[in-house]
């Protein structure tokens, strides 16, 4: 009976969940202001995706940030106006939304996107 277990075990097959293509990943967010959340934060931040796939973040403290997002190695890379370390992210399409798993310092941080969100993106710093 146990090698019944561990043969059905090593045959089932693992489902691995795709992380999202640049192209995937433009044609969800562009033109649209997604708010975040982590396990233990209910507003991690928000951000606008402009055409050409210009950004602009917020975390919620009235400072917003330009930047733009690329893909690089399979990950959705963010580089911002002046801060020089990229932020990269696996990016998965789950039912409730985005993930985003932070890979610049892995095993850090986990985001999700808050479905039907309606806070808005507010630039104390710039004219927007």
């Known amino acids: 009976m146990r090698s019944l277990s561990l043969f059905l075990l090593l045959a089932t097959p693992a489902v691995a969940q795709d992380t999202m293509t640049g192209p995937e990943f433009d044609a969800y967010v562009t033109g649209r202001t997604i708010t975040f959340r982590t396990a ?5 931040g ?38 020089p370390e990229h932020k990269c992210w ?24 808050v479905p039907e969100s309606d806070a808005p993106l507010i630039c104390n710093d710039l004219s927007s």
Do not use: H
């Not at 796939?53 to 330009?66: E, I, K, L, N, P």
């Open 90 to 113: 696996e990016i998965y399409a789950e039912p409730e939304g985005l993930r985003g798993v932070y890979t610049t310092r892995p095993n850090t941080t986990v985001i999700y996107e």
């Open 40 to 44: 233990t934060n209910p507003l991690f």
């Open 46 to 83: 928000i951000e606008r995706y402009l055409e050409g796939r210009r950004v602009m973040w917020s975390a919620f403290d009235g400072t917003c940030q330009y930047g733009v997002w690329f893909e690089s190695k399979g990950d959705i890379c963010f580089r911002y106006d002046g801060d």
